[in-house]
């Protein structure tokens, strides 16, 4: 990551994000979480210097010491000299709109490093355990200069698996005395996972935890012996709060990166980030699009909830009609 200098007033957000300006990138993270326009103006002129980054997720429950972890991975990859960019996510409370951004606090250690950009995002109602704003963050990070991307999620849970998306590599992080330990990891993160972390290794029932991960893995293995992956998840049991077991994640973590290079795997799933990144694209566009014509025709999207509340409308005839209103070139 270049050094921070100062920079004329005159250059752009992209250049400044090129030339290693970390105030000019906090500006365009910013106008990104905001939807500004000048955000895609820069994304567009930076696009072409992405795709360099490792890009590592980091997911699990709440509680399970994914931001302790993070700040052991920055201080491990920066003792060998590589640039740290992180993105922590933090939920949105559905009844005031803010957010307490702590994660950021937990990595104080980092603060003052060059060599570290630390930025925190809320999810703003967006469901996966991701901001909406991820993508175009972690491409910001990559442009700047970061070696490796870090994401922690939200830890929503069972449905967990956007970061699947876009992620290199899935660290998905349980720990024992759960119950049932393994519930975090039901209902599809078991296959997002790349690297399972037990985190608080040293408490009770962390033995059953990594047998339970082992037995579930074995199932998973029988079940795909047609189209087995060339990668078989690590179990790595760490101890967070003292460093315990850290450089084995980073070194699962970067055999993870090497099968993906020599495998060709990680071509596919740049391939299928694109066609999820395509998607959501479209899909944002169309719907403000098909909204605004809405509006002009039928009226207020709150008026129109409104009359259909009241059975004056169905939303299926309107739905057509907003798409009608497109135009037939849509």
Not at 74 to 93: F, H, K, N
Not at 142 to 163: K, P, R
Not at 165 to 170: E, I, K, N, R
Not at 244 to 251: A, M, N, P, T, Y
Request: with cysteine; glycine share 10%; net charge negative.
């Amino acid at each position: 990551m270049p050094p921070l200098c100062y920079r004329p007033p005159t250059m752009s957000l992209a250049e400044g994000v090129l030339a290693g300006d970390r105030r000019q990138a906090a500006r365009l993270l910013r106008a990104i979480d905001d939807r500004q326009p000048a955000a895609e103006e820069a994304l567009r002129a930076l696009f072409a210097h992405t795709g360099r980054a490792h890009v590592v997720g980091i997911t699990g429950t709440p509680g399970a010491g994914k931001s302790t972890l993070g700040n052991g991975l920055i201080a491990a990859w920066r003792a060998r000299g590589l640039s740290v960019g992180v993105l922590a996510v933090d939920p949105t409370s559905p009844f005031t709109g803010g957010a307490i951004l702590g994660d950021r606090i937990r990595m104080q250690d980092h603060a003052l490093d060059p060599g570290v950009f630390i930025r925190s995002l809320a999810t703003r109602g967006n469901l996966g355990g991701l901001s909406r704003a991820t993508f175009d963050s972690a491409k910001v990070l990559d442009a700047m200069g970061c070696d490796v991307v870090l994401i922690e999620t939200v830890g929503v849970g069972q449905d967990e698996v956007e970061i699947a998306q876009l992620a290199h590599t899935t660290v998905l992080v349980t720990v024992p005395g759960l119950g049932d330990d393994v519930q975090a990891i039901k209902a599809g993160i078991l296959e997002i996972a790349d690297v399972f972390v037990v985190n608080k290794a040293d408490r009770e029932g962390a033995d059953r935890t990594v047998f339970d991960l082992r037995a579930m893995l074995e199932m998973r293995r029988a079940l795909l012996s047609a189209g087995a992956s060339a990668w078989e998840p690590p179990i790595v049991p760490t101890v967070a709060t003292r460093g315990e077991g850290v450089d084995e994640l980073v070194g699962a973590i970067d055999r993870h990166r090497r099968m993906l290079d020599e495998s060709g795997e990680r071509t596919r799933r740049e391939a299928a980030r694109a066609k999820t990144e395509l998607t959501q694209r479209l899909s944002e566009r169309l719907l403000e699009r098909s909204l605004g014509a809405l509006a002009e025709r039928e009226g207020s999207i709150d008026d129109l909830a409104l009359r259909i509340a009241r059975r004056e409308l169905d939303p299926y005839a309107l739905a057509d009609r907003a798409i009608e209103a497109l135009g037939p070139e849509v």
